[in-house]
Structures are given as C-alpha cells and as structure tokens.
C-alpha cells in the first residue's frame, strides 16, 4: 500500500513518520505525477488559503478532487477546511468532498492552541488531541459520521472514503488515527 502526503505546507515530515509506522510505503505529493499509484492521500494542516492558492499554483486542485472520487483522503486542520462543503464566511469551498460546514479558527489564535483527551470512536478512548489555530465543524449531513466531539463541538468525522478532524494527530507519538486512516485505505482497496 502507497500512501500520499500533499507536500505543499504543514507538518509532513510528521504525517510520514506516522504513515510509516503503519507499514505503508509513503510518498510526498508536490506534482501531479505524484499521485500516481498511490491508494490514499492525506492533506495536512497549513494554513487553507495559501493552500488553497499552492494547489492551484501546481496545478494540483483538479488531479486531487479527481483522484480523491476513487481514492480515500485523510485532512487535518486546514485540510478539514479543503475537504468541506461549506465554510462559514466564505463564498464557496475548496475541494468540496466532505458533506461538512466548517468554521476557520474556531478556538481561537495561534496563543490559544491547546491540546486535549479525545474520545474518537473506532480509533481510541484517551487520544490526545493537539489544536493549533484549529477549525472545527459546526454541522453535518446524514451521511457523515461523527467521530469525535470537543466540548460539543464535532472534532473528527467520516463519509464514506473521506476522515478528517480538526486537530493534529502527526504531533504526538500516537499514530492509532493514522493506522486507522491505513486500515480505511486497506479496505477501500480490497
């Protein structure tokens, strides 16, 4: 299994380290070139509109929406924001694959970053959550299924082929969200 990480911006050094520990072959994703042969991507946090902008710069925005229809995608923090259908306050949506209305920065600045114990079903019971100028979702449509929630607020969340959450499980050293994302991909190709 060959897995992705969008090279563009964020933490990928880390999203590959976590990759690997599943068993995963991993490859960084900057052309469109890259994405060929992989079975996942995962986009990580940033900083949405300069990500937004890189993609479109690399020609990649096209390639990716088209590669995630048969592909599964994992996006954390800014890649939550990439993947949702609604974002408040802003005219239309990136890549528009998640059935989610989002809010950017929700908790707050950069100074307001915090880290806290999640529940996320399927994946753990005491994972800890790492929030940087994080976004969260503020609704979902019937076929999204909530995985996480934060002081009511949605966290982490699936449809289908799609995870994403709010937070940044690539700065710990707990890759259970990774091997789950791994275990997604795996049935997804079987």
Not at 38 to 52: A, H, N, Q
Request: proline share 3%; net charge negative.
């Amino acid at each position: 299994m060959k897995i992705g990480v969008l090279g563009l911006q964020g933490a990928i050094r880390e999203h590959v380290w976590a990759l690997e520990s599943t068993g995963a072959e991993v490859a960084i994703v900057k052309k469109i070139e890259h994405l060929e042969g992989l079975d996942g991507l995962v986009i990580p946090g940033g900083e949405s509109t300069t990500m937004r902008r890189l993609l479109d710069q690399y020609g990649l925005f096209e390639p990716i929406k088209a590669f995630a229809q048969q592909h599964p995608v994992f996006g954390t923090c800014a890649g939550l924001i990439l993947m949702a259908q609604q974002i408040e306050g802003q005219k239309g949506p990136h890549l528009a694959l998640m059935d989610i209305n989002v809010r950017r920065n929700a908790f707050g600045r950069q100074v307001a970053s915090f880290e806290a114990e999640l529940v996320i079903e399927g994946v753990a019971d005491d994972f800890m959550g790492v929030f940087i100028r994080a976004p969260y979702i503020l609704n979902v449509g019937q076929d999204v299924q909530v995985l996480s929630v934060y002081e009511d607020k949605i966290v982490a969340a699936r449809q289908g082929h799609f995870l994403t959450c709010a937070f940044h499980p690539e700065l710990t050293n707990d890759y259970r969200f990774h091997h789950y994302f791994y275990d997604m991909v795996r049935a997804y190709k079987e």
